[in-house]
């Protein structure tokens, strides 16, 4: 890893801690307005703050494959293995999640739309919306879109609340620069347009996501997502994490990647204008999410790497999420809950 990339990640860890307790004295108000703000049909489940008690899982996100075609320099859940799990233990897990207090579900990997051109996660999706229907889950995903067929959103789709594609750049060689294709004739841009087009045939709300990384920092978006009109354009500062993308263990490294605080708030700066825009920082970043691996074990990212819990196909919702390193006060302060599900954007008056 580039000294600077270390310099920088030493640095990101001491400001944590500081962090830490800005966030704590934050954590009240915050609360109070997202009980004025949170979308209506949630109920919301409060940590018992200063007890044992593990966080609900109200948002999971669950990586059931690793595996991708794509191969992004920065990439931080890489195809460190291929294994996924059997259809039905996956729906025993998602059951027991769902008993647990899941509200949302985003399927992310690797490349969801990989594994049997995407009927392993549509019958999940399925699942949780007709088997599941009584625990009123919302489902969304994260692709890079590549292998979406006009098929499977026919067949899934009417089950989808969000389906969010990733998008660095609008420029073919920014993209191929920074590994997101497969093989020569790629056409990500084109790709992406045609899944929007999708999105708004099926009701499906369609939203982007953009990792700033060195290649595209001084690059402008504004008038492709104008056109596009994702419900968000979810805006990330690429993270380096040991064991995934750097350091020891890594399939890649990232460092040449890698944008400082300034570089990312001078992106966000010249897309403040965008309305959709929503910007997530590494400390926003950090700890804010659940995320659940392929063997259903929540990835702890306290220590600056993905250390996993026991899996709760063994041990439990619960007992798994006390090793989950989930920060639920963090998770609520990066907008963790917002309008997700089909309903309340209907309600809302989407233009689909
Ligand atoms: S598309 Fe996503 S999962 Fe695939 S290599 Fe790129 S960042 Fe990683």
């Known amino acids: 890893m580039a000294c600077s990339a270390v310099v920088n990640l030493q640095l990101s860890k001491m400001m944590r801690t500081a962090w830490d307790a800005v966030r704590r004295a934050l954590a009240s108000v915050v609360e109070a307005l997202i009980g004025a703000v949170a979308a209506p ?45 059997p259809l039905d233990v996956a729906k025993r897990g998602l059951t027991m999640l769902a008993e647990a207090g899941m509200k949302k579900l985003n399927f992310s990997g690797g490349e969801p739309f990989i594994r049997d051109g995407g009927r392993f996660m549509g019958e999940l999706i399925k699942y949780c919306k007709t088997e599941l229907s009584w625990a009123d889950i ?46 020569a004739r790629t056409d990500h841009v084109a790709k992406l347009y045609k899944v929007r087009e999708w999105c708004g045939q099926h009701k499906i709300a369609f939203k982007i996501n953009t990792v700033v990384n060195t290649y595209n920092v001084n690059e402008m978006f504004a008038e492709h997502i104008e056109r596009l009109r994702p419900v968000r354009w979810k805006v990330f500062q690429c993270l380096l994490l040991e064991g995934e993308n750097a350091g020891e263990g890594a399939l890649r490294d990232a460092a040449r990647f890698y944008v400082t605080d300034e570089q990312f708030d001078g992106f966000l700066r010249r897309h403040a204008g965008v309305r959709m825009l929503v910007p997530e920082n590494n400390d926003a970043m950090r700890d804010s999410y659940l995320i659940l691996d392929e063997y259903m074990r929540f990835l702890n990212c306290r220590n600056g790497k993905k250390e996993p819990s026991a899996s709760l196909l063994d041990v439990g919702v619960k007992d798994a999420l006390r090793g989950s390193g989930f920060d639920e006060q963090a998770f609520l302060e990066r907008g963790g809950v917002y309008m997700w599900s089909k309903q309340q954007l209907s309600n809302a008056e989407l233009e689909w």
Request: with cysteine; charged share 15%; proline share 2%.
């Open 138 to 183: 919302s489902i969304s995903i994260v692709s890079n879109g590549s292998l979406i067929q006009e098929k499977w959103m026919k067949q899934y789709g009417e089950h989808v609340d969000i389906l969010a594609v990733s998008c660095d750049s609008f420029n073919a060689d920014t993209n191929r620069t920074i590994g997101r294709r497969q093989g």
């Open 41 to 85: 049909s949630v109920t919301w489940n409060r940590m018992t703050a200063g007890t044992d008690e593990p966080a609900v899982p109200l948002s999971v996100n669950y990586h059931f494959t690793r595996q991708c075609n794509y191969s992004c320099g920065f990439c931080f859940h890489t195809a460190k293995t291929s294994f996924v799990l």
